[in-house]
């Protein structure tokens, strides 16, 4: 029984940087963010593929533990395409088809339903109103979103803010909802909606925490070579969310931590296209680079 | 005799941003460098002013114990005329009258030649060269620029690099500088030039410290108000090297500290209009927001 649900999706992406073009790859924010929990939790996820979903991208997340009971199989696959410019800050999207995501209807396993930690990652804030309904008794629930559902779906987006406990978007999305360039006016108005905490993502700036009374600032991973930084939103909040499940710990003093985390586990997802760079890593390895997080800070 | 040079502008600045409209007002970047500097040490300014420059706005860096022995009187004050968005991101220069400062070819009194701490501003690169010549033996030059000289005067701006220990930018200038996106890759290209350090400053986002084998990472204060940022730059650099006048501990460790100290001036800076704020603070609200930058960084 999973003690940490993921809602979100498995796409199949074709993406192209200035490092490379590749085309059908493994993506989805239920990707990456049930594999960066992976190291931390044995996540179970919830979502839709296609019929033409390669058999090897689902046995990379069941050899990590992950359950995919809750991932239903219809026709075709949800397929993304995106590019990068040289900056790397911003991906364009070239095409959407979304295929089965339109048919999309979470519907929780009978197991999942007592988990106690819940990732909504990013789908239509109504799925997410769906799957917050069908778990008994979580104790935290946290919450990505996009530019798409502020334009199109604000007011069912704010009815799930009212309903969570973390709310983590980027920068540009919060100044978006919250109609203000002051980043700590934005996550104000997001507390006042009911979250307990806000986290604002930065990319290469890092990320900031608020809660009611407090306020973390963590910074990002120098990173050299940023090959492909799709699914590093998705792999942050895995890995955050991932930390707080495996410790069951959710102080404000452990959110700081499971920042890092996910910083950290992020940080090397952007070093690769999909999820290759991932695979490659131990929780050696992101133990490690936690240290060099807090060494860049110490003052 | 001041330990601490200071090489830069006196200004009057016309600024508008969201919050008002001032005219005439004190700016100019060895005005808030030198009043941020002056919290930890004595600097002596390097500059120019015109006889119209008000003799209440030399008094309040007098006041301070900044020796302005080294302040040529020429005909008319330099001018500077800008505006912000809602963003506060940017300044949009709206007017420049130079005046004065085609004139300025500084010369350093006789007992600002021993100063072991130099800061040069912005101002040409080929003034901050002359400067530098004239200094007998400093411990540690820092440097400013800004993206006009990247553009109009690279040679000098890098041969002036190369003659310097500590180099302090922002990341659109370090981005422009070194031709790339990539703020680890610009500074380590800056690295190569010569300078021991290379400070990327990031407005809301922070700052960056690297030298040769280390990377610290501050987060910015987190601001509700930002009433105007001009000047922030200058108060940052101006407590930096204030910082480490008054320790004279030009260590990695220490240039730390500094950037904190630094960081928290500068946000003084930026919650009123020219000096305004500065004028209000002691030691001990630097050293309470200090404390909070540590605690808003602790994981």
């Known amino acids: 029984m999973p003690n940490l649900l993921i809602a979100g999706t498995l796409n199949?992406?074709?993406?192209?940087?200035?490092?490379?073009?590749?085309?059908?790859?493994?993506?989805?924010?239920?990707?990456?963010?049930?594999?960066?929990?992976?190291?931390?939790?044995?996540?179970?996820?919830?979502?839709v593929i296609g019929r033409d979903y390669p058999k090897e991208y689902l046995a990379l997340l069941e050899q990590?533990?992950?359950?995919?009971?809750?991932?239903?199989?219809?026709e075709k696959s949800f397929r993304w395409a995106g590019s990068?410019?040289?900056?790397?800050?911003?991906?364009?999207?070239?095409?959407?088809?979304?295929?089965?995501l339109t048919e999309f209807d979470p519907k929780l396993p009978k197991q999942y339903?007592?988990?106690?930690?819940?990732?909504?990652?990013?789908?239509?804030?109504?799925?997410?109103?769906k799957v917050v309904q069908q778990v008994r008794k979580p104790k935290l629930i946290v919450m990505d979103t996009m530019n798409?559902?502020?334009?199109?779906?604000?007011?069912?987006?704010?009815?799930?803010?009212?309903?969570?406990?973390v709310l983590v978007l980027n920068d540009g999305e919060a100044r978006q909802l919250f109609g203000t360039p002051n980043l700590v006016k934005a996550a104000q108005a997001a507390l006042k909606l009911g979250p307990k905490a806000v986290i604002i993502k930065k990319g290469e700036h890092g990320a900031l925490l608020f809660t009611?009374?407090?306020?973390?600032?963590?910074?990002?991973?120098?990173?050299?070579?940023?090959?492909?930084?799709?699914?590093?939103?998705?792999?942050?909040?895995?890995?955050?969310?991932?930390?707080?499940?495996?410790?069951?710990?959710?102080?404000?003093?452990?959110?700081?931590?499971?920042?890092?985390?996910?910083?950290?586990i992020a940080s090397f997802n952007a070093e690769d296209f999909s999820l290759n760079r991932l695979k490659q890593i131990t929780e050696k390895d992101i133990e490690k680079r936690f240290g060099e997080f807090k060494e860049m800070g110490e003052f």
């Open 64 to 74: 990590r533990g992950i359950d995919l009971s809750g991932v239903e199989v219809r």
């Open 148 to 165: 798409f559902w502020i334009e199109h779906k604000k007011d069912a987006l704010l009815e799930a803010i009212k309903r969570i406990d």
């Open 212 to 264: 009611d009374g407090t306020h973390f600032s963590a910074g990002a991973y120098p990173l050299e070579t940023i090959k492909d930084p799709t699914g590093c939103g998705d792999a942050f909040a895995g890995g955050f969310i991932g930390w707080l499940a495996k410790t069951d710990d959710i102080s404000e003093r452990n959110m700081r931590k499971a920042i890092i985390y996910g910083s950290a």
């Open 113 to 129: 339903r007592d988990a106690t930690y819940v990732f909504l990652a990013n789908i239509d804030p109504e799925l997410q109103l």
């Open 84 to 100: 990068y410019e040289y900056d790397m800050n911003e991906a364009k999207t070239l095409r959407t088809e979304l295929n089965c």
């Open 12 to 47: 199949l992406d074709d993406v192209e940087t200035p490092f490379g073009k590749v085309q059908g790859i493994m993506g989805g924010s239920a990707s990456f963010a049930s594999y960066a929990a992976s190291f931390f939790a044995k996540p179970g996820v919830v979502s």
